[in-house]
């Protein structure tokens, strides 16, 4: 069977008559964008608000299993879980749970005293605390950092409780142990765990079936593609694991027509209320274009600026390209698991992008 074989089903949501507009002509437009790429493996959803306007499913999933791929297929996410984290926390907003400019001794008291005095939640979230990468630095020093478990409390000590760097809201830095100290902070005011708020605030509501947060190894997840590099033919696994204390920064899983609907759902339905919808996508470092958990850009797109979620993720071999105009919810969804080259999959997106838009002209 040809590897375009697997064709992702259109008709799986319902189209607003708005959204076929957007999908009435052939998709010889998206095809020919994608068949600039041969060696891509993975899953592309291109929609309207909820509503796929085109879905391809290519390649394989597993290749030592050759099992195909499907467009309702489990990815990691990988950074981009910093983004569904934000959402989390402005939720928390709303229901007057956390405020995000007072200081975090008044939620984490076992915090290290003179940082909890200086940090908020918004310094810890735009990654300008000065918080130290620490919890890299000991993965990389020791692998077996990758498979241990640890409390969140013992994990924030041991990674995220570091000498500042610098004045916390004067410069940017990208530190996942950030998102050690957030998880931290969420789940002692939540009153729960991480993973039980998502699935609360975010799974149940939006109907997101193929996503959740796992941690180790994300090939445990029933449903899950396999990470590798590599030809096919002769592929390595290529898999990063993530602790639980982790989930904030890299524990998020999904498909790629869940990824549309949690978008849509968190930034144009009732998720968040408008405020804490604004202040997710509100850009606090313009040099680096960074919002909370993620980042929110004005870039040329089918020839006109437009402002957009630009979201990108990567763990072990795993790739994420998520791109959403704010103004009328035009979405490009990429999940790879073969460790593609994340500058072409973002080229790749723009071609989608501009199919859509000619198709609407």
């Not at 979230?125 to 077996?144: C, E, F, Q, T």
């Not at 989930?247 to 990824?259: E, H, L, Q």
């Amino acid at each position: 069977m040809n590897r375009r074989e697997y064709l992702g089903l259109v008709g799986t949501f319902a189209m607003t008559p708005l959204a076929s507009a957007f999908a009435e002509a052939l998709p010889s437009s998206y095809e020919a964008a994608l068949a600039a790429y041969p060696d891509f493996n993975g899953t592309v959803v291109v929609g309207r608000g909820s509503s796929i306007l085109f879905g391809r499913a290519i390649g394989v999933a597993d290749p030592q299993s050759q099992a195909p791929m499907a467009l309702g297929t489990r990815f990691e996410t990988g950074s981009v879980s910093k983004w569904v984290a934000s959402m989390v926390v402005m939720k928390m907003v709303d229901q007057g749970i956390l405020r995000l400019d007072e200081p975090i001794k008044q939620y984490l008291p076992g915090y290290r005293a003179d940082n909890g005095a200086r940090l908020t939640l918004r310094h810890l979230m735009y990654h300008s605390s000065g918080v130290p990468n620490d919890l890299i630095a000991a993965r990389k020093a020791d692998p077996a950092v990758a498979h241990t478990e640890l409390e969140q409390m013992d994990a924030v000590q041991r990674y995220a409780s570091g000498d500042l760097r610098f004045t916390p809201g004067s410069a940017w830095d990208y530190s996942h142990s950030n998102w050690l100290i957030v998880k931290a902070i969420a789940e002692r005011m939540g009153r729960r765990p991480y993973r039980d708020v998502v699935a609360a605030w975010l799974l149940e509501p939006l109907g997101l079936r193929d996503s959740g947060l796992f941690n180790g190894e994300s090939s445990a997840v029933p449903g899950m593609a396999l990470a590798y590099s590599g030809p096919v033919t002769a592929w390595q696994r290529k898999v990063n694991a993530v602790p639980d204390y982790m989930a904030m920064a890299g524990g998020f899983y999904s498909s790629a027509p869940d990824m549309l609907r949690l978008m849509d759902g968190v930034l144009s339905g009732s998720i968040l209320t408008p405020a804490s919808r604004a202040a997710l996508m509100k850009v606090q470092m313009p040099d680096q274009r960074y919002a909370l958990g993620g980042r929110t850009r004005v870039e040329s797109i089918a020839g006109q600026p437009r402002e957009a979620a630009w979201e990108d993720g990567s763990n072990g071999g795993f790739r994420l390209v998520a791109r959403r105009v704010l103004a009328d919810g035009i979405t490009v969804i990429i999940f790879n698991n073969s460790s593609f080259d994340h500058q072409k999959l973002g080229t790749l997106a723009s071609g989608l992008m501009d199919a859509a838009y000619a198709r609407s002209g």
